[in-house]
């Protein structure tokens, strides 16, 4: 199968590669996907209350080169943006972004997931 | 650790897939694309004889590979072909004596759905599991066994984990009671002494592009005495092979796995001495550095070129990606057409995820100590990266117990 470059540049230099303090009450982790699946996605948002604005993304992800171009897209994307702007990210942007063929449209629906899972999380602690 | 400056990039190390064509074969066939044109059955003219002879002097040279009679050799257009013709053949020719076959989950597709398909049409199929080893257990074969079984199916080495079966006690138990053995030898004749006398076997499907030949052409061996072994023709047509395989034979694919085979024969020894130190220096130089390294199946009774590893925490088409100046395959879903992982990793029981993170490495003939030990750097180098990147690393370090996280669905469309 051949990668697009985009996929390739991700896969090659994955931007902010990390892990924040799942306990505090800033950041929001979402961790998706399942091991036995292959992909299994940690995205990590740390949010300024005052502004609701995503101030930092990491992630870390398990899974073929596709699905870590997704999540290293994702955590480009929701940087800067607001909890609401976030959640207006589609998978079909990333699959379009990175050209992402029909059998990894499923990697985009993961990070989508993940950006909706950090934010829940984030929603929760500070309820 | 090693010179990598004398690799020549990319390399192969997916061996089980196909061989380089030797050659030494190349030369062999080389006559048979040009002046030597004739029909093998044309014959009443020179141009059929020179065919035949070519073709009647490959059969002799595949025959005594496996300790056969040249005469017991059918060719046909590969190993797929040799299992269709071996198990249909006996399930046809059979069919009064009994119903029931027997063969073993991790079999090539080609043997799993050739089974499937007769027992879409009456007959009664055991499928054997296979012990964590990738053996299967011969008690069970042995139970297994009833008045109505006709042929039992298993086959020597497997095309993923290299796994070699205990043929010989396998054909043993087939012949004492009566059953036909086929084996599917198509990755294990060349690379281990392979002999249908002393293994005890009925059938055996060879291949010619497994063994440094060329593709497109393949062999059955059918026993004629002690049994004599009946198959009922899978194709009509001119008769050919003795009435078991009809259409003109592949004289030129013929020529060059005759010489293959004979090659093999030669230098079986040496190269399988050679390439299981290549095989255990990959292994040890991987060991040696990185921490939760599995090889999946019996490390003692495997071929010497094939090691099939789980990176745990990595998933195997991203390091692929990462090592993609090396030819290898992953058991991973992502790089079959089904997004199935491998079902023969599953079989052996260590969890899906063990199969999204392995990659089987090939050895053979032409891998060099250079190309082992630039693999394995190259290896060592992209899992860990790829377990910098990976979460299930960093749980793993944490002392997170992977096995009792819940998590969450995948999603819905997939």
Known sequence: MAYSDKVLDHYTNPRNVGTMDKNANEVGTGLVGAPECGDVMKLQIRINAETKVIEDAKFKTFGCGSAIASSSLATEWVKGKTVDEALAIKNTDIVKELSLPPVKIHCSVLAEDAIRAAISDWKKKNS | MGSDTAVKLPIYMDNHATTRTDPRVVEAMLPYFGEIYGNAASRNHQFGWAAEKAVEDAREQIAKLIGASAKEIVFTSGATESNNLAIKGVAEMYREKGNHIITEVTEHKCVLETCKRLEKHGYRITFLPVQKDGLIDLNQLKDAITDQTILVSIMAANNEIGILQPIREIGKLCHEKGVLFHTDAAQAVGKVPFNVIEDN????????????????????????????????????????????????????????????????????????????????????????????????????HRLPGNLNMSFAYVEGESLLMGINDIAVSSGSACTSATLEPSYVLKALGAGDEMAHSSIRFGVGRFNTQAEVDYVAAKVVEVVKRLRELSPLYEMHKEGVDLSKVKWAAEPANQ
Request: proline share 2%; glycine share 12%; charged share 25%.
């Open chain 2, 201 to 300: 076997v009925d059938l055996v499907s060879l291949s010619g592009h497994k063994v440094y030949g060329p593709k497109g052409v393949g062999a059955l061996y059918v026993r004629r005495r002690n049994p004599r072994v009946q198959l009922v023709a899978q194709m009509d047509g001119g008769g050919q092979e003795r009435g078991m395989r009809s259409s003109t034979l592949n004289v030129t694919g013929i020529v060059g796995m005759g010489k293959a085979f004979e090659l093999a024969q030669q230098e079986l020894a040496e190269e399988s001495a050679r390439l299981l130190a290549l095989r255990e220096s990959l292994r040890t130089q991987i060991e040696a550095v990185l921490d939760e390294v599995y090889v999946n199946g019996s490390l003692e």
